[in-house]
Structure formats: structure tokens, C-alpha cells
């Protein structure tokens, strides 16, 4: 099975939420790769089994820039068999929240096969790992249908 986490994080918050979610897969005996948006080949997307997109919100409530590329490549390529999911850290304080997440999951749950979505406050604390939990359990179902 090929999972492929695709990230991109500036601070670090969005990027200690997928490394714990990769070892949540590890624990369930699925491989992730993990790749920074930047390093991740466009052009294999459809070979993946599953996609998990992690995404910081910038702005008023928008897709961060360097994001752009991978959100066109869903929209174009053949994904309609991936099991998608995505997650990212945001802040209230914003009028938009997690914005990003939102412009992703309208896109994917046209696009592909949206599995489950999580979006953090700013940065990961203790209560959240049941919500990250169950965010790869939804996913570990939906690739086991
Ligand atoms: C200039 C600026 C604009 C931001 N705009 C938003 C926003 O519109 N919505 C939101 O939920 N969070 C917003 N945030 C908060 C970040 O998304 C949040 O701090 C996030 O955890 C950063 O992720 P990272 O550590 O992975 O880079 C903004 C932060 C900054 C500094």
C-alpha cells in the first residue's frame, strides 16, 4: 500500500502534527512517506493509495502559496481512487480558522475519495492525540473497505 503524507509547515506546529500522525500509521503497520511539498514528484500522485495533506492557514483564512502546485495537481490528474485526508493547525483568533483545511477538503471531496479532516489549535497539546487517533483510524478503514 502506498501513503504518502505531503506537508508543508512554517513554524513547526503543522509539522509535529504529521510526524505524529505517521507514527500513528507506523502503529497500525502502514509505511508513510512524508515529504515536504517542495520535494514531492506532481507527477506520481496517482500512484498513491492514499494522501494525507497537512497545511498551516496564512493570511485570510488562505492556502498557503507554496500549496498551490499539489491543490492544481488534484484538481487535474487522475486521483479519483485516492483516499484522501487533511489535516492543519490554525488559530481562532483569525476569522477564518483553518481556512486552508477548508479550501483543501471542498476540493478533495470533489476530486478524490475524502476520508476524514482534523484541524488543530496552533499547536498540538495532550487532548488532541484521541482526535488524531481517530483521524487515522477513519483513514485506516476507508483504504480497508
Ligand atoms: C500572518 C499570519 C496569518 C495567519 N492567518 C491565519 C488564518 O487566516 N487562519 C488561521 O486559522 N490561522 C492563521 N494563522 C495562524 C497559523 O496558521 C498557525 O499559527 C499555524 O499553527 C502555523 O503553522 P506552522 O507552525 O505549521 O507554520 C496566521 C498566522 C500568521 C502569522
Known sequence: MK???IYTSKTGNTEELVFVLRDLFLRKKIEVCLFRV???PLQDLPAFD???IGTYTWRDGEIPVEMLALYRAFETADVKHIVTGVVGTGDSCYPHFCGAVDGFRDMLYVQSHLSA???IEVALQSKDYERCRGFVDK???S???
Do not use: G, H, S, Y
Request: net charge positive.
Open 139 to 141: 483513514l485506516w478503514k
Open 50 to 52: 492514499a494522501v494525507i
Open 3 to 5: 501513503v504518502a503524507i
Open 38 to 40: 517542495e520535494q514531492f
Open 117 to 119: 479532516t482534523l484541524k
Open 143 to 145: 483504504l480497508n473497505k
